[in-house]
C-alpha cells in the first residue's frame, strides 16, 4: 500500500512541478509581450460609427408639389430632391422686372431733366441779360425825358423777374443733379435696388428647388406631397457616407500616450473580424461625455465616488476601404491604436480627410446678371452704348 501511494504522490508533485513551470512561462511570455509589443497599443471596444448629419430645410415657404426620394435611397451632390409650387415666384420675378424697367426709364428721365434745365438756365440768363440791357437804356432816357417813370419801373420788375426765374431753374438743377450726381444709370441707387429686388425674386424662385448639398443617403424623411412648408422647415436628412468617421471612447489612463496621426487598425461586427479597416487618430474630444451632458455630474457633492471617465478620440478612415465595405452611422467598432510613435500633437488643426464641401450661393448665377443686363439695356434709350461700356468696366457686384 505505501509503495503505490509513494509513487501517486511523486507523479502527482511532477504534474504540478509542470504545471508551475508552464505557468511561468507563460507568465514571463505575457510580460515580455506586454512590455515589447503590448504597451504600445490601446484597445477598446466601445466605439461606434458616426457622421455629419446634413439637414435639408426649405429656405421659402410654399406648397411641396414633388419629393423624388425616399429613404435609404442614394443621391448626388445638386440632385432636387424635392420642388415646391413656383408659381407665387414666377409672378414675383415678373413684377421685379418690370419694377426694374421703371426704375431705369426713371433715372433717364432724371439725365433728360438736368439736359433739359441746362438749356432753360441758359434761356434765363439771355432773357435777364436782355431785361437788364433794356433797364439800362431806360435809365440813360430818364434824364431826356425819352421815357416815363412806369416805364422805368416796369423794366426793373422785368429784371427781378427774370433774375428770380433764373435762381429758380438753378435750384431745380441743383435738386436734379443731387439725385444723379456721381452716377449712371447702371449704378443709380434707384436701379441698384430694383436690381436687388430681381435677384431677392430669382433666389426664391430658385429655392422652390431643394437640392442635395452633399451626396449621401436619404433620411429621416417626412415632407409629403401637398404639404405647406414654413421657411426654415426641416424636410429630411443626408448623410454623407462616403466620409464617415470613427468616436472611440477611451478610458483616461488610456489616452497618456496618444497622439494626433497615429494609425489605427479597426473592426466592425458588421463585417466581422475578416475585415480589417485603417485609419489615422484625429483628434481627442475636448471633454469627457459626461462634462456636455444635459446635467453633468456633481462632483462637489459630499456623496462623491469616482468613476473612470471616457473620452471621445476620432478616428478617420481610408475611403477606399470605406467604397468596398460602406459602414452606417451607429455600428459597433474594435479599435486598436498604435502608439509607439508620441510625436505627433495632442490637439489637431484638420480633423478631416478631405475638406467638407462647400455650397454654391444660389446668388452665383450669371444668366440672372446676364438678364438683368437685358432689362437695363432694353430701357436705357440712346444711352444704352455708354450703358454697356460701364457695364463692361464696373466690377462684377
Known sequence: MDQPTSTNNRSRNRALLILAVVAVIGGLVWLTH?????????????????SDLVQVTSEVPGTVLAVNVDDTQSVERGQVLAVLDPADARVAIEAADAQLARAVRNVRELFAQREQLQAV????????????????????????????????SHSRDAVAVARSGLDGAREQLNATEAQIQGTTIATHPQVLDAEAAVRNAA??????????????????RTVQVGQRVAAGSPLMALVPLADVWVDANFKEAQLRSMRVGQPVTLHADLYGS????????????????????????????????KIVQRLPVRITLDPRELEAHPLRVGLSMTADVDVHDTSGPVVSNQVRN????????????????????????????????????????????
Do not use: C
Open 354 to 397: 478631405v475638406p467638407q464641401p462647400t455650397q454654391a450661393s444660389a446668388g452665383d448665377d450669371p444668366a440672372l446678371q446676364a438678364r438683368i443686363d437685358q432689362i437695363v439695356m432694353a430701357n436705357a434709350g440712346h444711352d444704352a452704348r455708354a450703358l454697356s461700356i460701364a457695364r463692361a468696366a464696373a466690377p462684377m457686384r
Open 274 to 305: 475578416g475585415v480589417v479597416f485603417h485609419g489615422r487618430l484625429a483628434g481627442l474630444s475636448a471633454g469627457s461625455g459626461s462634462a456636455f451632458a444635459l446635467l453633468p455630474a456633481q462632483n462637489a457633492s459630499g456623496n462623491w465616488i
Open 203 to 220: 433666389l426664391a424662385l430658385h429655392r422652390t428647388q431643394l437640392r442635395a448639398p452633399v451626396s449621401g443617403v436619404i433620411a429621416k
Open 121 to 152: 438756365i441758359a434761356q434765363r440768363v439771355t432773357d435777364l441779360k436782355r431785361a437788364q440791357d433794356d433797364l439800362d437804356r431806360r435809365q440813360t432816357l430818364l434824364a431826356d425825358g425819352a421815357v416815363s417813370g412806369e416805364e422805368l
Open 34 to 50: 506586454l512590455y515589447l509589443v503590448g504597451r504600445y497599443y490601446e484597445t477598446t471596444d466601445d466605439a461606434y460609427i458616426s
